[in-house]
């Protein structure tokens, strides 16, 4: 029977691909190799976590400093609102299924077999590690271009459809108009090593899970819970 998964992508050919060359080709394999893989391949020397720690550091600085330019007027809170809108979890898996990088990550075989590909959280891990490897083969500016398209066109979505408002509010209002119970989030499960946990949460009104969400902090699956419940709001109102 022909084997249909995916063929794996190099980092050459990703490199290609996406039209970014970088000049040490190993921080892009690094930022490219989960720690499951790691744990099967002994000759591999370092995983991503370490470039995925600095990535979201750098995002955090260049989209606040993008919000501010292209925000003049924009007040604090809000651009407070708009830059976390920017750089959860589900945005920066979707900039990374935007990229199709998905069959350039180097993963173990349970985890790949488990959906790894598939899980917003790990993509969201490959992008910041994906951007914390680019600064350090090439600077600031090299990020500030490579993001520069992926938050135009991300913004737009977010304002038109009220993401910069915080979902766990705008679910205790949806609550509340309806005259239903207060909403509760519960962790449902943590896994992971002390400093990488994962918190699986689901949130309820009343007996009903209306959403769920996987994060690497219960704040973070706690909104993205609400963001899913918000959704499942709208299709079935």
């Known amino acids: 029977m022909k084997d249909e998964s995916p063929l794996i992508e190099t980092p050459h050919q990703l490199m290609s691909r996406i039209g970014i060359a970088f000049t040490d080709t190993l921080l892009l394999t690094r930022a490219l190799t989960h720690r499951s893989y790691l744990n099967e391949n002994p000759e591999a020397l370092e995983d991503n976590e370490r470039l995925e720690f600095l990535g979201d550091a750098v995002l955090d600085f260049l989209v606040g400093e993008w919000i501010y330019h292209r925000f003049p007027e924009m007040e604090e809170g809000d651009m407070t609102k708009m830059r976390s809108a920017l750089v959860q979890t ?65 913004v737009e979505d977010i ?24 909403p509760k989030y519960l962790t449902k499960n943590i896994s992971g090593p002390d400093h990488q946990k994962i918190f699986e949460v689901e949130v309820r009104v009343g007996n009903q899970c209306i959403g769920s969400g996987t994060a690497k902090s219960k704040r973070s699956a706690e909104k993205l819970a609400a963001s899913q419940a918000m959704e499942w709001i709208k299709l079935n109102s």
């Open 159 to 182: 304002l038109e459809n009220q993401k910069i408002e915080d979902p766990k509010s705008l679910l205790q209002e949806w609550a509340q108009a309806n005259g239903l119970h207060t």
């Open 90 to 154: 589900n945005q920066l898996a979707h900039f990374t299924r935007l990229l199709e990088m998905q069959n350039a990550i180097r993963l173990g075989k349970g985890e790949k077999k488990a959906g790894g590909t598939y899980r917003s959280t790990l993509l969201c891990d490959v992008f910041e590690a994906f951007v914390g490897a680019l600064y350090l083969d090439k600077g600031l500016d090299a990020v500030r271009s490579f993001l520069r398209p992926l938050l135009d066109s991300a």
